[in-house]
């Protein structure tokens, strides 16, 4: 393998063009084949970005072009065909979040690609924001002592229009669920990579104010508690209202809707960051660390000011072409994402159950969950 990855993108829509935005970026992988249903969409990204080879089939351009790796951003039910395929191939797959709409398909996912000795990524490219890396450093230094609590929370808007941009949007049959499946998800991530190993969730959910439209969940709360006994709360709405407007740089200013976490610890100290509003780069929000800087606006620092696209999908995909090169797990394995799923999934079987869910789940329970919010229900 040479020193650059010869890479693919099987989905051409908005986070599609996201992806081929951010490998235009990177020095160790080169974009020379894109794949989706619409030709047209295909064509936009491969125009834009001087690709020759343009596909409707992601089996054709698996075994016509002679790739490296493949990132899957097509909607969420259609991720497990051509991650699957791709390993089949011996090809290394990333896919964006969540990693299927199926807990069970994602299992197989995990299990083939060890099978096959390929890496499996997820895409939740927050983990690079300079602010989390920051949180985890603290954490792992063990700066923060035991870890006892946590709060993760997805205070967002969405509207009516964003539901009705694709009929895949807000239903069971076409995401598996509502704001925890497609935007708290991301802040599930967060939460395991920096407090540990969940086993056991709890949670409920309901369908407040988009309910003349979707199916799936518009709020969500959960409890999530980890090995050595720490707890923490999930928090998860799209009801906010959409366009607030806030001074970022100003601490005391009231927040847009976004996502926030923070952990606490034993010996009294706290880390946090915020993504407020939603997309702009986190800053770290809580640092209880006497002497250090606490609220930090990373976003009007160097570089320029990173905003969430597609500057953190460039740095994840460095990564991902990184450990192909080096033969190392990305940042963010399949298994990642995997669990971060399993969560989420937990929380709607917990509250179909009114009982707390073990994590891992068993093969039973996986079963049930995915059945749970497959679309039956409709």
């Given amino acids: 393998m040479s020193a650059r990855i010869r890479y693919g993108i099987i989905g051409c829509g908005s986070i599609g063009t996201t992806h081929a935005d951010a490998l235009a970026l990177l020095e160790e992988a080169d974009l020379v084949a894109v794949c989706d249903l619409d030709r047209t969409k295909a064509q936009a990204v491969a125009d834009k970005h001087g690709i020759e080879h343009v596909f409707t089939s992601f089996e054709e351009m698996l075994d016509s072009v002679q790739l490296d790796a493949v990132s899957v951003a097509t909607d969420h039910k259609s991720h497990f065909a051509p991650a699957m395929a791709a390993i089949r191939r011996r090809v290394h797959v990333i896919v964006e979040k969540p990693i299927t709409h199926s807990l069970e398909q994602a299992h197989e996912l995990v299990t083939a690609a060890e099978e096959h000795g390929v890496k499996l990524g997820g895409v939740f490219q927050r983990r690079f ?194 450990a192909v090169l080096e033969d190392r797990q990305p940042t963010v394995t399949g298994l990642d994402a995997y669990r971060a799923l399993e969560v989420v999934k937990g929380v709607y079987l917990a509250h179909d159950r009114r009982r707390p869910v073990a994590l891992p789940m068993t093969a039973e329970d996986r079963e049930a969950a995915d059945r749970l919010t497959s679309g039956e229900r409709e």
Avoid at 161 to 175: C, I, K, L, P, Q
């Fill in 129 to 322: 924001f300079p602010s989390a890396q920051r949180m985890r450093a603290a954490i792992e230094e063990g700066r923060l002592g035991r870890i006892v609590i946590a709060e993760c929370i997805a205070h967002l808007g969405r509207d009516r229009a964003y539901f009705d941009s694709a009929d895949w949007r807000g239903t069971w049959r076409g995401e598996g669920g509502g704001v925890l499946m497609n935007q708290a998800v991301h802040m599930v991530d967060m939460l395991l990579w920096m407090v540990g190993t969940p086993t056991e969730v709890y949670g409920r959910w309901d369908l407040l104010k988009h309910g003349d439209y979707i199916d799936v969940e518009d709020v969500a709360a959960g409890v999530v508690a980890f090995e050595g006994g720490a707890l923490a709360t999930i928090q998860a709405t799209t009801a906010f209202e959409n366009g607030i407007t806030v001074d970022p740089s100003s601490p005391t200013s009231r927040r847009a809707p976004g996502f926030r976490l923070a952990v606490h610890g034993t010996s009294g100290h706290s880390v946090g960051m915020a993504e407020s509003p939603e997309l702009m780069q986190a800053t770290t929000d809580q640092w209880t660390f006497d002497g250090e800087d606490g609220f930090l606006p990373e976003w009007f620092a160097a570089e320029g000011g990173r905003y969430g696209f597609p500057a953190f999908h460039s740095d994840q995909l460095r990564d991902f072409a990184l």
